[in-house]
């Protein structure tokens, strides 16, 4: 593992700014601002951009730490980079599916989903940053934390084969019992605003229920991503920078896929078996190390397989009412 930093600060500094300029474009040109329903074609063309930005990105971490510290560094950290990206873009495609059950349970109109996805991609930064520096001071000074997330992952990875097919029940769901009695909530959407004032009372409208949730659900997927990475990397830049990658990319991944995300039902298996390999993984380290690249290639295998057998047993199958 990488056991210090190849991130320097004007490094941090150029990217956070990079991200932040991307979050400027989306609200202010690209249309973030307006309400519009997100088109397929509008999607891809955002998630072929993220995903050849992150592949950009990792190219110049090598001819950087390639003139910087030699070859055998910048393929390493650059190994690192894209192993923990996918493994972060795999793992969050699970918000997908929470994502798709969320909209549906409010009955969200498509055109309304686009701008509280961002404001949810602006919180889960801000989360993710909090916890990822906090998760690598930990591991720096108790190393012995790696094998509590290595076993975390692995218990967490069972229980998802275990309730793959279990659909949570939002009508249970403690956060949102909680806000409903606490709040004063509108029959209905008001546009995109979150609050209104009615009868000269501030009442929460459904929309913010819908953010809060979001907001909830990135927290607790973030609790198996960021673990997982460790057992990639310690170093906070190559965390920072891959994870923030794959957020990124969620929203368009979710308006490209969410209309058929019912075919994509042996995909939640495949990640959990990915929650395991890591765990695993984390656990053997003392005994056996796994090299990066056969990591890299182990996730990518096991969710290529598993997109590829959803489709291809899927396979002219009509969405049924109420299914993801």
């Known amino acids: 593992m990488t056991a210090i930093s190849v991130g320097q600060s004007w490094m941090w500094a150029a990217f956070i700014g990079f991200v932040l300029a ?34 950009l990105f990792a190219a110049l971490l090598w001819w950087y730490l390639r003139s910087m510290f030699g070859v055998e560094v910048a393929q390493r950290t650059t190994l690192e980079f894209l192993t923990g990206y996918l493994i972060e873009q795999s793992l969050s495609i699970d918000n997908m599916f929470v994502f798709v059950m969320i909209f549906g349970y409010f009955a969200v109109p498509p055109e309304l989903q686009r701008r509280v996805l961002l404001y949810g991609v602006l919180g889960a930064i801000v989360m993710r940053a909090g916890m990822i520096f906090a998760g690598v001071w930990l591991v720096q000074e108790f190393a012995w934390l790696l094998y509590v997330f290595g076993a975390f992952l692995a218990i967490t990875g069972i229980k998802m084969l275990i309730f793959a097919n279990q659909q949570p029940d939002l009508e249970k769901n403690p956060l949102l ?6 709040l004063r909530i509108t029959d209905t959407f008001h546009g995109e605003r979150f609050f209104v004032r009615q009868n000269g009372l501030r009442w929460a409208t459904p929309m913010f229920l819908v953010l809060v949730l979001i907001e909830a659900s990135d ?6 991503s960021i673990p997982a990475i460790f057992a990639v990397t310690t170093d ?36 959990a078996i990915v929650l395991v390999f890591i765990g695993t993984k984390m656990l053997i380290a003392p005994w056996w190390h796994v090299p990066v690249q056969w990591s890299l290639a182990t996730v990518g295998g096991l969710i290529l397989s598993s997109v590829v057998l959803s489709l291809a047993l899927t396979k002219g199958k009509t969405r049924v009412a109420g299914e993801q």
């Open 22 to 55: 991307m979050l400027a474009l989306d609200l202010f040109v690209f249309g973030g601002r307006k309400a519009h329903r997100v088109s397929v074609r509008e999607a891809l063309a955002w998630v072929i951009a993220w995903a050849s930005l992150a592949l």
């Open 177 to 182: 019992r909680w806000l409903r009695r606490h």
């Open 219 to 224: 927290l607790v997927f973030a609790v198996d």
């Open 236 to 271: 906070p830049f190559i965390v920072f920078t891959s994870n923030i990658f794959a957020i990124m990319g969620l929203r368009a991944l979710y308006f490209l896929l969410a209309d058929m995300a019912y075919r994509f039902h042996l995909l939640k298996y495949g990640l």
